[in-house]
Structures are given as C-alpha cells and as structure tokens.
C-alpha cells in the first residue's frame, strides 16, 4: 500500500507519525509524500482546543478533496472526542481513538481490504519523509495522564497514564542512532509520569538511555513542574542530556493554580528551578503560560507578571484562554473579556521577547555546539544559510559555502548577537574547519 501520514497538533502525534512510518515501511508498505499518491491517507488529529477541533475536520475534508478515491483513516485526540461526527465526514473509512493507537499499523492492514484500493496511475517517488531528516527524531515513551488540569482535554482525550517498557523504547533509540539521527527528543502527555505503571520512572530511563545507546544529544519535552525526585537533576551531569527545560507554569498566581488545579505552586515551582538551575550549568528554561483563565482578576494578573520576571524564561509559548468543550474550566464562571485577554496577551509577549533577548546576550561569544539542520536556505551569492539549536536550546543561523552541506553535522560554534535590539535568535560562526567566516553581521 501506498500510505500518506499526516498530523495537527503536539510533538507526540508527530512522535507516533514517526513510528508509524517506520512500521509501515517495515511491513514492506511504502510511505508518500503527496496524498495525491497515496492509496490510504492516515491524519493524526488534535482537539486541544475548539480552534484545534475546527482545523482537524477542515484537515479531512481538504484531503479527502485532494484525493477521493484513496481511504481516509482519522485517529487522534478529535478522533477519540468525537468518533460519530468524525465518522460521519464525507470520505472517511475508519476512525481509530487514542487507545487503538498502538495498533494503528495493524488495524489499517486488516480493515481496509487490498481488494478496494485505487490503481495507481503511476508508481510514486517513496518518500523520504520521516527517513531523509535524521536529524531529530520524537520517540514516544508515555501516553495519558492521571492529572486533571481545570483546562485540559488531553487528559480526557488519551486517557490514563500508560508507560512503554524501558527495553523497547533503548531498542528504537539505538535503531534511530543506527539509521543516523543525532539527537533524541524523550515525549509524552505526562512526561514525569512514566514507568509509574511498570514500577520504574524517568530517572530511570533517561539513565538507561544514556548508558545503553550511543545517542549524542538527549532532550526531554515538556515535562510537568512536579513529580521530579530531588536526585533528578543528577542525570545532566552526562553532557549527552541538553540543558534545556520546558517547565509549564500556566500561571504564576497560587490563586489562579489553584483554580485551575495545577498541583504545583509559585513556591514549589521556584524551587525546582532553583535546583535545576544549581545543577545544570547554561540551562534554558523555557515554558507555557495561559492568560486570562477565568476568574483572573488584575491582582492576580500582576501577580503572574511579577512571577514570569521573577523566574525570567528563556522562551514562553502564551495561550489565550478559550473554553474547551468537556473540560471544568470552561462551566466556570468569571469568564474574561475578550479585549483584556487580547490586552494581557499582548504584554506577556512583550516580556517574553524581553526576556528572550537577556537570556541570548548572556551567551554571546560563548563556544557551543550546534546540530545543523537540512536543507540549507541558497542565497543569492552562492552561500547557503544554516540553522540549527545550540545544546540548551539556541535557535542560531550561519552562512556555509556553496556545495558543502552542514546537514545533521554537529560543529562548535562561536556565538554572536545580531543587529537587533530584541533579537529572538544567535547568528554562529562556525569554527569547523571547513566554514566561511562571518563577514559582518548585517548579512543575516
Ligand atoms: S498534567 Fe498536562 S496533560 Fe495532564 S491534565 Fe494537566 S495539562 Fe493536561
């Protein structure tokens, strides 16, 4: 069969995108980059949001449209939310909830007959999607999660907290290190939550990642502020574990935590990054913050001000609020005005960008390593512009020759600051032999 994979949403669907795509192939099936040459087209949906929802049946419909006569197959957060009305879209054949997940691969094999499948005019180009970019590859370790955030429907979505047993998921990483990717991203819904159900934890397995695969850079995604043993921060004494931290704060108010049932406090959150900071040297701690969550008064608004400034975070991805279907805080009262979420939206990202720029200056000059990503942007004068993240999580930007390709290499570099008085990025001067060294600034 020809396959063609798609997703909205979190880095987990894209890790499961991945392991798909691995499988699919495995069982000698071919993955396409166009759906336009697909026989069977499989979109990973998202509904953590209404907006999210809304996008995912807009998904459906435009790939049904690009190609109506392939079988359309919808898994994903808005597949388990809402089965019937998924199933009802003109076009699609099977809908998979989050917890037959697991089982895609198979179930795609049986339901869908061979016997139905559209000739193809042509034999398609096998994509390198998900194989070419072995750059960085999400390797899924955790789903679900036994928490009940006021504002998450993820954890309606996905379902209780299940781990993948260690051994499997050091096999994939070696598979991954052997197929060439350089860098690891560890994920899941409840990061901190995993091997809580098979008698193990996170400590444990970033442990053994570390020990039994040749990876060259580990990271962990999101990994909620609570459930981190005090020996946790130990593990980044091996410098194949990125100093980077995404710590979700959400707000920075005990009231509104409270409200939203976050279990953790402004208090407990300031110590953890206290030790993580006293243990990693260089750490970017990055994180997600709600604004304007119902019944936020001013005081407490202040007080999420006062807080961010005080921890001071490397980067912040801001959320309005908006009420999800199905979850508490959307029955509760005190919803805020559109305008003064707009208002306090608007000065988060002004500190945030504020913040960002400090935290890039500290490390201006600095000599880190960076993980170059393809393709290569050709300019007009025959060099070639690279990107690529630092370590802890510096996105930098450095021009190469013509003809040479820095793709999935990894180089020290000298950091620099840009021309820019807020700059959200480092330009690099790569210090590998073979690199062009930086005329001036003003070419970037
Ligand atoms: S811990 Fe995260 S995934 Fe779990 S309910 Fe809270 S926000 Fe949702």
Redesign the pocket.
């Known amino acids: 069969m020809h396959i063609y994979l798609s997703s909205l949403g979190c880095r987990l669907n894209e890790a499961e995108l991945e392991s798909w795509a691995r499988q699919f192939r495995a069982g000698g099936h071919r993955v396409v980059s166009s759906p336009r040459d697909a026989q069977v087209m499989v979109l990973n949906s998202c509904a953590v949001t209404a907006e999210a929802a809304r996008k995912s049946r807009q998904f459906i419909n435009r790939l049904h449209r690009q190609n109506p006569r392939a079988h359309l197959v919808v898994t994903g957060c808005y597949a388990e939310l809402e089965p019937a009305r998924v199933a009802a879209l003109t076009g699609v054949d099977l809908v998979i909830g989050n917890r037959d997940k697991e089982r895609l691969v198979e179930l795609v094999e049986s339901q869908i007959e061979p016997a139905t499948m559209p000739r193809l005019a042509a034999e398609p180009e096998a994509t390198h999607m998900y194989a070419a970019a072995r750059t960085r590859a999400f390797v899924k370790v955790q789903d679900g ?5 006021a ?5 309606i979505a ?1 379902g209780d907290e299940r781990s993948r047993p260690l051994r499997e998921v050091v096999d994939e990483i070696n598979q991954l290190v052997a197929e060439g990717y350089r860098e690891v991203v560890l994920t899941g ?2 990061l ?2 995993y091997g809580r159900d098979l008698g193990t934890d996170l400590y444990t397995l970033v442990q053994t990642v570390l020990r039994d695969t040749d990876i060259h850079r580990l990271r962990l995604s ?1 990994l ?1 502020p609570w459930d981190l043993p005090p020996h946790f921060w130990e593990l980044w004494q091996d410098t194949r574990l990125m100093p980077h931290l995404h710590l ?1 704060l ?1 707000s920075g108010c005990d009231s509104t935590l409270r409200r939203m ?3 953790c406090d402004t208090a407990s959150y300031v110590a953890l990054v206290e030790a993580a900071r006293a243990a990693i040297p260089d750490l970017t701690l990055t994180t997600d913050l709600i604004v304007g969550f119902p019944g936020e008064t001013e005081a407490e608004w202040a007080a999420t001000v006062e807080f961010v400034q005080r921890i001071g975070f490397g980067h912040m991805h801001i959320f309005t609020y908006s009420p999800r279907q199905g979850t508490a805080a959307a029955r509760m009262k005190g919803q805020v005005d559109a305008k003064v979420k707009r208002e306090r939206s608007r000065q988060m990202h002004a500190i945030a960008a504020r913040m960002k720029a400090e935290h890039l200056r500290r490390f201006q000059h600095d000599v880190r390593e960076v993980l170059w990503e393809g393709p290569g942007e050709p300019l007009s004068d025959g060099r070639v512009r690279w990107s690529g993240y630092t370590d802890n999580y510096l996105r930098v930007y450095a021009l190469g020759p013509a003809g040479e390709s820095w793709e999935n290499q990894i180089t020290p570099v000298r950091l620099l600051l840009p021309p820019d008085p807020h700059p959200d990025h480092l330009m690099a001067e790569n210090l590998s032999p073979a690199a062009v060294p930086i005329p001036s600034p003003a070419a970037f």
């Open positions: 999660c036994r928490n009940r955030c504002f998450c429907i993820v954890t996905r819904v409840h901190g939550g999101s909620e979700p959400q049932a976050r279990r």
